[in-house]
């Protein structure tokens, strides 16, 4: 096994990500990861792509998706015009929680680590157009980004 890599989910991710959120009680009467990959999960993907204020994530491990996460960006007034993060659809494929088919939404632990996710994901940021983050997240309202 090599170690996990975190990098920006593709379209070619989609039917793993899909498969991921959907391997929970919640996910299988929510999500649809029929034999044909729902229009609509790629339309959902095209936004998040377009939003420079958001990021999907995979977890990868020789060669397959095994995790995902999505960061939204969200400005605010606060703190000088902190930007804060919101992490959701956090998900980790069962072999690698050590069980099959339940709790596939993740909460810190050994196996899961989220905000080690999150610190390696603010470590390396996407190389397509998207907020630049610090370890903290936190960016002036006067940031270039913030301009662009």
Do not use: H, K
């Amino acid at each position: 096994m090599t170690n996990p890599i975190f990098r920006p989910a593709t379209n070619t991710d989609l039917p793993a990500i899909v498969a991921l959120l959907a391997d929970d009680a919640l996910g299988q009467a929510r999500e649809d990861p029929g034999p044909i990959l729902n229009p609509r999960y790629q339309a959902a993907f095209a936004a998040i792509a377009r939003d420079p204020n958001q990021l999907l994530a995979v977890v990868e491990e020789d060669g397959a998706v095994i995790g995902c996460l999505q960061l939204s960006f969200i400005p605010g007034l606060s703190r000088l015009g902190m930007w804060r993060g919101q992490i959701e659809s956090v998900r980790i494929a069962a072999a690698r929680r050590g069980g099959a088919g339940s709790a596939a939404v993740c909460s810190p632990g050994p196996s899961q680590n989220v905000a080690s996710a999150v610190a390696a994901l603010c470590n390396s940021p996407p190389t397509r157009p998207a907020p630049m983050l610090t370890a903290s997240m936190n960016r002036s309202a006067s940031s270039p980004a913030m301009m662009a």
